[in-house]
DNA sequence: CCCAAGTCCTGGTTGC
DNA sequence: TGCAACCAGGACTTGG
């Protein structure tokens, strides 16, 4: 599941290999992946364009193509975004580019940058002039973001919803989801049915700790590799073998030994340590 | 059949 | 009282 670090991976890798590079004909186009742009309309506008540099706002991707059009992708649950070569396999792909030189004669280039979604809740909208409206209602970014401790705070003081809810929401900060919540929840040392203006203050500044630094460590190990994610080269990251609490329900707690429990918050499977998660 | 989960939507509630 | 903000839960999607 593409969270922030996963995100910011795949970013990371495309930065270094895309820009400059131009785009070539659409090859594949599921339109349900799209939104607010007919299939027709993107493979007309894309070929030709060069890939000026690539973004990331929480858990979206902002390719900047020249003419000031831009590309706003989300991975949904299940998607990648990679650099394919020859002509492989298609299966889960819903969107596929041909990728050409800047320069020289590469028409025939066998590159392709691929949008690939088994579950389809991902979404990628095409843009002029600024990348997608909707981006306007995220928070700051979770990881790199200029907020502080003390504006987090003032931020959970009027809300009565449970922090994890709160935490998830992206409105409120940008791309923390169901895996980051528990881990940071649980390095806080914080219950998350608690509600969020209860926290003291000396809570949120652990937990404004806890999302920097297990996001980050998300960030330093290439992103969690639970079941189908893997970053634009098709590697797997290894956060997941640093987990403390997400999907651990029913085994020890590492640090106190007693049972991890299960509960549903927001609709989303919850681990939590009863005793060091107050 | 249940579970996985990110975002959007809905209907009901709260509080200024 | 009016209305915006808030909140919980469901829909969507496909594979294990």
């Known amino acids: 599941m593409p969270e922030l670090p996963e995100v910011e991976t795949i ?21 349900a992946v799209l939104d607010g742009v ?12 060069s890939i000026e540099d690539l973004d990331r ?18 991975l949904g649950m299940t998607g990648s975004l990679r650099v394919l070569t020859g002509a492989g396999p298609v299966g889960h792909e819903r969107l596929a580019v041909r990728l050409d030189l800047e ?9 392709r940058l691929a949008f690939i979604d088994a579950r389809k809740f991902g979404r990628v909208r095409l843009t002029a002039g600024a990348p997608w409206s909707g981006l306007v209602r995220l928070g700051p970014d979770a990881w790199r973001g200029d907020w502080t401790a003390d504006w987090l705070e003032e931020r959970l003081r009027s809300r009565k919803a449970g922090i994890k809810s709160v935490l998830l929401e992206q409105k409120v900060m940008a791309g923390i989801g169901n895996i980051y919540a528990d881990e940071i929840l649980f390095a806080a040392g914080i219950d998350p049915r608690r509600s969020a203006g209860s926290l003291r203050s000396m809570e ?21 590799s639970i079941s189908d994610y893997v970053d634009a080269r098709g590697r797997s990251g290894s956060f997941q073998d640093e987990l403390r609490a997400y999907g651990r329900h029913g085994q020890a707690c590492v640090d106190c030994g007693s049972t991890l429990r299960r509960v549903v918050i927001a609709g989303r499977g919850t681990a939590y340590c ?5």
Not at 11 to 28: D, F, K, M, T
Not at 103 to 111: P, Q
């Open 274 to 278: 009863p005793k060091c998660q107050r």
């Open 204 to 224: 949120v500044k652990k937990l404004a700790e806890s999302i920097r630094r297990r996001l980050d460590d998300g960030v330093r190990l290439r992103g969690c």
């Open 103 to 111: 320069r020289g004669a590469a028409g025939d280039s066998v590159e």
């Open 57 to 74: 706002r929480g858990k979206y991707i902002v390719g900047r193509l020249s003419g000031e059009l831009y590309l706003t992708i989300h």
């Open 11 to 31: 970013r990371r890798q495309l930065q270094r290999v895309l820009p400059g590079r131009r785009l070539g004909s659409v090859l594949r186009v599921d339109p």
């Open 38 to 49: 007919a299939r027709e309309d993107l493979a007309g506008r894309l070929p030709g364009r």
